[in-house]
Protein backbone atom coordinates (compact mmCIF):
# COMPACT_ATOMS: atom_id res chain seq x y z
CA UNK A 1 0.00 0.00 0.00
CA UNK A 2 1.30 3.20 -0.41
CA UNK A 3 0.49 6.63 1.69
CA UNK A 4 -2.45 7.71 1.13
CA UNK A 5 -3.93 3.96 0.39
CA UNK A 6 -2.59 3.67 4.34
CA UNK A 7 -4.31 6.56 5.09
CA UNK A 8 -7.68 5.76 3.84
CA UNK A 9 -7.69 2.26 5.36
CA UNK A 10 -6.39 3.71 8.98
CA UNK A 11 -9.31 6.03 8.63
CA UNK A 12 -11.80 3.60 7.92
CA UNK A 13 -10.41 1.17 10.63
CA UNK A 14 -10.91 3.98 12.98
CA UNK A 15 -14.31 4.63 12.00
CA UNK A 16 -15.45 1.36 12.24
CA UNK A 17 -14.24 0.64 15.43
CA UNK A 18 -15.99 3.84 16.86
CA UNK A 19 -19.28 2.46 15.35
CA UNK A 20 -18.48 -1.06 17.17
CA UNK A 21 -17.85 0.62 20.46
CA UNK A 22 -21.19 3.44 20.25
CA UNK A 23 -23.42 -0.17 19.77
CA UNK A 24 -21.93 -2.37 22.39
CA UNK A 25 -22.55 0.63 24.36
CA UNK A 26 -25.97 0.87 23.32
CA UNK A 27 -26.38 -2.70 24.06
CA UNK A 28 -24.83 -2.93 26.86
CA UNK A 29 -27.19 0.01 28.29
CA UNK A 30 -29.99 -1.95 27.00
CA UNK A 31 -29.69 -4.77 28.67
CA UNK A 32 -29.08 -2.99 32.18
CA UNK A 33 -32.47 -1.27 31.59
CA UNK A 34 -34.32 -4.78 31.05
CA UNK A 35 -32.72 -6.15 34.12
CA UNK A 36 -33.62 -3.12 35.97
CA UNK A 37 -37.11 -4.00 35.20
CA UNK A 38 -37.00 -7.26 36.82
CA UNK A 39 -36.97 -7.96 40.08
CA UNK A 40 -33.54 -9.36 41.32
CA UNK A 41 -35.28 -11.88 43.46
CA UNK A 42 -36.90 -13.54 40.53
CA UNK A 43 -34.03 -14.51 39.00
CA UNK A 44 -32.20 -17.78 39.88
CA UNK A 45 -28.27 -18.65 40.48
CA UNK A 46 -27.90 -19.48 36.74
CA UNK A 47 -30.07 -16.46 35.13
CA UNK A 48 -27.74 -14.08 37.50
CA UNK A 49 -24.68 -15.50 36.59
CA UNK A 50 -25.74 -15.83 32.44
CA UNK A 51 -26.32 -11.59 33.04
CA UNK A 52 -23.02 -11.06 34.42
CA UNK A 53 -21.18 -13.37 31.79
CA UNK A 54 -23.15 -11.10 29.17
CA UNK A 55 -22.40 -7.96 30.84
CA UNK A 56 -18.83 -9.32 30.71
CA UNK A 57 -18.48 -10.39 27.29
CA UNK A 58 -19.75 -7.37 26.09
CA UNK A 59 -18.06 -5.09 28.45
CA UNK A 60 -14.66 -6.99 27.73
CA UNK A 61 -15.04 -6.33 23.92
CA UNK A 62 -16.31 -2.66 24.02
CA UNK A 63 -12.50 -2.50 26.10
CA UNK A 64 -11.08 -3.98 23.41
CA UNK A 65 -12.13 -1.41 21.26
CA UNK A 66 -11.79 1.30 23.47
CA UNK A 67 -7.85 0.38 23.14
CA UNK A 68 -7.55 -0.06 19.40
CA UNK A 69 -9.36 3.20 19.45
CA UNK A 70 -6.59 5.12 21.94
CA UNK A 71 -3.91 3.47 20.26
CA UNK A 72 -4.53 4.59 16.99
CA UNK A 73 -5.25 8.14 18.33
CA UNK A 74 -2.04 7.93 20.21
CA UNK A 75 0.51 7.07 16.74
CA UNK A 76 -1.53 9.91 15.04
CA UNK A 77 -1.12 12.00 18.12
CA UNK A 78 -4.77 12.32 18.39
CA UNK A 79 -5.38 11.29 21.65
CA UNK A 80 -6.83 13.66 24.55
CA UNK A 81 -4.54 13.77 27.55
CA UNK A 82 -5.60 15.27 30.81
CA UNK A 83 -4.18 14.38 34.19
CA UNK A 84 -5.85 15.94 37.14
CA UNK A 85 -5.60 15.60 40.44
CA UNK A 86 -8.35 12.42 41.56
CA UNK A 87 -9.19 11.02 44.97
CA UNK A 88 -7.90 7.03 44.78
CA UNK A 89 -10.32 5.99 46.98
CA UNK A 90 -13.25 7.39 45.62
CA UNK A 91 -11.89 6.19 41.64
CA UNK A 92 -11.12 2.55 42.69
CA UNK A 93 -14.60 1.91 44.88
CA UNK A 94 -16.12 3.06 41.56
CA UNK A 95 -13.81 0.44 39.61
CA UNK A 96 -15.05 -2.31 42.06
CA UNK A 97 -18.53 -1.15 41.42
CA UNK A 98 -18.30 -1.56 37.83
CA UNK A 99 -17.91 -5.01 38.11
CA UNK A 100 -20.04 -5.78 40.59
CA UNK A 101 -22.78 -7.81 39.02
CA UNK A 102 -20.52 -10.32 37.69
CA UNK A 103 -18.48 -10.59 41.01
CA UNK A 104 -21.30 -11.34 43.08
CA UNK A 105 -23.07 -13.65 40.32
CA UNK A 106 -19.40 -15.46 40.32
CA UNK A 107 -18.91 -15.65 44.29
CA UNK A 108 -15.80 -13.24 43.91
CA UNK A 109 -14.43 -11.56 47.04
CA UNK A 110 -13.39 -7.89 46.29
CA UNK A 111 -11.73 -5.65 48.36
CA UNK A 112 -10.50 -2.03 48.01
CA UNK A 113 -7.69 -0.84 50.52
CA UNK A 114 -6.28 2.59 49.94
CA UNK A 115 -6.38 5.77 52.40
CA UNK A 116 -9.28 7.50 51.80
CA UNK A 117 -7.29 11.03 51.70
CA UNK A 118 -4.68 9.74 49.21
CA UNK A 119 -4.80 11.64 45.98
CA UNK A 120 -2.97 11.31 42.58
CA UNK A 121 -2.75 13.15 39.41
CA UNK A 122 -3.33 11.09 36.28
CA UNK A 123 -5.51 10.85 33.36
CA UNK A 124 -8.81 9.04 34.69
CA UNK A 125 -10.31 8.22 31.69
CA UNK A 126 -7.72 6.54 30.39
CA UNK A 127 -6.34 4.84 33.70
CA UNK A 128 -10.10 3.54 33.98
CA UNK A 129 -9.97 2.08 30.94
CA UNK A 130 -7.15 0.10 31.94
CA UNK A 131 -7.98 -1.06 34.66
CA UNK A 132 -10.96 -2.70 33.23
CA UNK A 133 -8.74 -4.72 31.35
CA UNK A 134 -7.15 -5.73 34.46
CA UNK A 135 -9.85 -5.96 36.66
CA UNK A 136 -11.98 -8.60 33.86
CA UNK A 137 -9.23 -10.38 33.90
CA UNK A 138 -8.39 -11.27 37.75
CA UNK A 139 -11.68 -11.92 37.77
CA UNK A 140 -12.02 -14.28 34.50
CA UNK A 141 -8.89 -16.54 36.56
CA UNK A 142 -9.07 -15.41 40.29
CA UNK A 143 -10.55 -18.71 42.35
CA UNK A 144 -12.06 -16.71 45.27
CA UNK A 145 -10.40 -13.44 45.80
CA UNK A 146 -9.63 -10.18 44.51
CA UNK A 147 -7.66 -7.15 46.23
CA UNK A 148 -6.96 -3.65 44.59
CA UNK A 149 -4.70 -1.15 46.74
CA UNK A 150 -2.59 1.29 46.61
CA UNK A 151 0.11 3.22 48.05
CA UNK A 152 2.51 6.36 47.42
CA UNK A 153 6.22 5.84 47.27
CA UNK A 154 8.80 7.27 44.78
CA UNK A 155 4.96 6.17 42.53
CA UNK A 156 1.46 6.06 43.09
CA UNK A 157 1.29 2.36 42.53
CA UNK A 158 -2.15 0.65 41.99
CA UNK A 159 -2.28 -2.84 42.43
CA UNK A 160 -4.27 -5.59 41.40
CA UNK A 161 -4.07 -9.19 43.13
CA UNK A 162 -5.61 -12.08 42.95
CA UNK A 163 -5.71 -15.67 44.09
CA UNK A 164 -5.82 -17.54 40.66
CA UNK A 165 -2.97 -19.87 39.64
CA UNK A 166 -0.79 -16.72 38.78
CA UNK A 167 0.73 -15.31 35.33
CA UNK A 168 2.71 -17.54 33.34
CA UNK A 169 6.48 -16.40 33.58
CA UNK A 170 6.82 -16.27 29.59
CA UNK A 171 4.18 -13.54 30.00
CA UNK A 172 6.35 -11.62 33.06
CA UNK A 173 9.72 -12.17 30.92
CA UNK A 174 8.29 -10.54 28.30
CA UNK A 175 8.24 -7.02 30.38
CA UNK A 176 7.45 -4.08 28.24
CA UNK A 177 7.35 -6.41 24.81
CA UNK A 178 3.59 -7.60 25.36
CA UNK A 179 2.57 -7.45 22.09
CA UNK A 180 4.65 -10.79 21.29
CA UNK A 181 2.36 -12.31 23.56
CA UNK A 182 0.32 -13.72 21.25
CA UNK A 183 -1.04 -17.11 21.18
CA UNK A 184 -4.01 -17.65 19.58
CA UNK A 185 -4.56 -21.26 21.49
CA UNK A 186 -5.01 -19.58 24.91
CA UNK A 187 -6.80 -16.37 23.06
CA UNK A 188 -4.13 -13.77 24.50
CA UNK A 189 -3.69 -10.89 22.31
CA UNK A 190 -1.11 -9.14 25.06
CA UNK A 191 -3.03 -6.23 23.87
CA UNK A 192 -4.26 -5.70 27.37
CA UNK A 193 -1.24 -5.00 28.73
CA UNK A 194 0.51 -3.32 25.87
CA UNK A 195 -2.34 -0.54 26.39
CA UNK A 196 -1.29 -0.14 29.53
CA UNK A 197 2.25 0.29 29.22
CA UNK A 198 1.30 2.83 26.70
CA UNK A 199 -0.98 4.35 29.04
CA UNK A 200 2.00 4.42 32.15
CA UNK A 201 4.66 6.38 29.99
CA UNK A 202 2.11 9.18 28.69
CA UNK A 203 2.40 9.78 32.75
CA UNK A 204 5.95 11.47 33.70
CA UNK A 205 6.97 13.68 36.23
CA UNK A 206 10.65 14.85 36.86
CA UNK A 207 12.52 13.02 34.44
CA UNK A 208 10.34 10.07 36.07
CA UNK A 209 8.14 7.58 33.66
CA UNK A 210 5.17 5.51 34.20
CA UNK A 211 5.18 1.72 33.88
CA UNK A 212 3.33 -1.47 34.18
CA UNK A 213 4.67 -4.88 36.53
CA UNK A 214 3.88 -8.33 36.36
CA UNK A 215 4.64 -10.81 39.23
CA UNK A 216 3.32 -13.70 41.42
CA UNK A 217 4.53 -12.24 44.47
CA UNK A 218 0.87 -11.10 45.63
CA UNK A 219 -0.44 -11.45 49.25
CA UNK A 220 -3.21 -13.72 47.65
CA UNK A 221 -0.66 -16.14 46.38
CA UNK A 222 -1.54 -15.60 42.38
CA UNK A 223 -0.92 -13.12 39.91
CA UNK A 224 -0.12 -9.20 40.73
CA UNK A 225 -0.79 -6.34 38.38
CA UNK A 226 0.91 -3.10 39.11
CA UNK A 227 0.41 0.55 37.46
CA UNK A 228 2.51 2.95 38.88
CA UNK A 229 2.50 6.10 37.91
CA UNK A 230 5.04 9.36 38.91
Known amino acids: MNNETDDIF ?5 STVHDMKNSLGMLGESLNQIVAQIDP ?20 VNNSLMQLLALYKLENEQLPFCPNYCNLSDFLEEQMIKHSVLLNARGIECSVDVDEELEGVFDESL ?3 VL ?6 AIRYTQSKIQI ?9 IEVADDGPGYPSAMIELAGSYMQGINQSTGSTGLGLFFAQKIANLHSHNNRRG ?3 LSNS ?6 KFELLLP
Open 132 to 137: ENIIGN
Open 10 to 14: NMVLA
Open 218 to 223: GELGGG
Open 211 to 213: RIS
Open 41 to 60: QSLDEKAQANYGIVQYEASR
Open 149 to 157: TCRQEEFTV
Open 127 to 129: VET
